[in-house]
Nanobody
Framework: QVQLVESGGGLVQAGGSLRLSCAAT????????MSWYRQVPGNQRELVAKSAPFGALSVADSVKGRFTISRDNGDKTIHLQMNNLRLEDTAVYYC?????????WGRGTQVTVSS
């Protein structure tokens, strides 16, 4: 089993910054992918940023230039640096780890951007 614990969410004014972190523990296999998703009530969960095997990093077009994903701690921790936050970034942010075709999810952390 794999456990994912997110941290770093909170309330911030528009234009501000937050840094999310996700630590993975348990039976973690090589060549996994770790990602950040977000979800607003009533909407589907959407991919925000991804750290694929062999170091490939990517972010969604909607956050490009504002959000940065990074990975460290022997590839068991990912971070999401979120700058210039907008009202529409308000959501619950979930950490995801995919390995051997199986998805694992964290419980999520709330990010609220106020005007």
């Amino acid at each position: 089993q794999v456990q994912l614990v997110e941290s770093g969410g909170g309330l911030v004014q528009a234009g501000g910054s937050l840094r999310l972190s996700c630590a993975a523990t348990g039976n973690i296999l090589p060549l996994n992918a770790m990602s950040w998703y977000r979800q607003v009530p009533g909407n589907q969960r959407e991919l925000v940023a991804k750290s694929a095997p062999f170091g490939a990093l990517s972010v969604a077009d909607s956050v490009k230039g504002r959000f940065t994903i990074s990975r460290d701690n022997g590839d068991k921790t990912i971070h999401l640096q979120m700058n210039n936050l907008r009202l529409e970034d308000t959501a619950v942010y979930y950490c995801n780890l995919r390995q051997s075709g199986t998805d694992f999810w964290g419980r999520g952390t709330q990010v609220t951007v106020s005007s």
